[in-house]
T-cell receptor
Framework: AQKVTQAQTEISVVEKEDVTLDCVYETRDTTYYLFWYKQPPSGELVFLIRRNSFDEQNEISGRYSWNFQKSTSSFNFTITASQVVDSAVYFCALSEFAQGGSEKLVFGKGTKLTVNP | DVKVTQSSRYLVKRTGEKVFLECVQDMDHENMFWYRQDPGLGLRLIYFSYDVKMKEKGDIPEGYSVSREKKERFSLILESASTNQTSMYLC?????????????FGEGSWLTVV
């Protein structure tokens, strides 16, 4: 079965520090997608990135970057020069084929990031 | 922008009550999902639907049912609410077909059962 592990339950940093959120996944599928979502205190999950299993290039978007390593089944997320507004719970997720040709997401348990001023 | 709207943000219900959580999406998505989120457990899938009137059990369907009479609307039903169903409920939707479609979430409904 698919599984996503986010070993860090909570992380606390001081503003401007860099922080990396770890994500390790398990799957038997050869084609799959990985996602990161951000959940601010308001509750809504905000989509950050989607990465397919055939694309191992790192991606950078502003202060955010993602490192996908198939060899270690990891998809880590780094925030550079963290800001207070980055405080949220971050979820890593793995796609899984489901009934009817649909797909569903299997989520990790989330990492709560607190950025202190 | 994709909009997934959950009808109630905060609800307080009594044990044994029948509870309806409504979700509407405006992007003509085939797939719709109900997740439950609890501290330390992450998001767990309750039910999903890939077409009108179709429903599939997720990981924790016990105590819940769903209804999808129209494509844009997916309802979660607690037939007889219990205190262990106090939680945050998240609705989501996505297109059917190509793997890797982004799943969009609503703002969540905080349900307290007393």
């Amino acid at each position: 079965a698919q599984k996503v592990t986010q070993a860090q339950t909570e992380i606390s940093v001081v503003e401007k520090e860099d922080v990396t959120l770890d994500c390790v996944y398990e799957t038997r599928d050869t084609t799959y997608y990985l996602f990161w979502y951000k959940q601010p205190p308001s509750g809504e999950l905000v989509f950050l990135i989607r990465r397919n299993s055939f694309d191992e290039q790192n991606e950078i978007s502003g202060r955010y970057s993602w490192n996908f390593q198939k060899s270690t089944s990891s998809f880590n997320f780094t925030i550079t020069a963290s800001q207070v507004v980055d405080s949220a719970v971050y979820f890593c997720a793995l796609s899984e084929f489901a009934q009817g040709g649909s797909e569903k997401l299997v989520f990790g348990k989330g990492t709560k990031l607190t950025v202190n001023p | 922008d994709v909009k997934v709207t959950q009808s109630s943000r905060y609800l307080v219900k009594r044990t044994g009550e029948k509870v309806f959580l409504e979700c509407v999406q405006d992007m003509d998505h085939e797939n719709m999902f109900w997740y439950r989120q609890d501290p330390g457990l992450g998001l767990r899938l309750i039910y999903f639907s890939y077409d009108v009137k179709m429903k599939e059990k997720g990981d924790i369907p016990e105590g819940y049912s769903v209804s999808r009479e129209k494509k844009e609307r997916f309802s979660l039903i607690l037939e007889s609410a219990s205190t262990n169903q106090t939680s945050m409920y998240l609705c989501a939707s996505s297109f059917l077909g190509i793997l890797g479609n982004t799943i969009y979430f609503g703002e969540g409904s905080w349900l307290t059962v007393v």
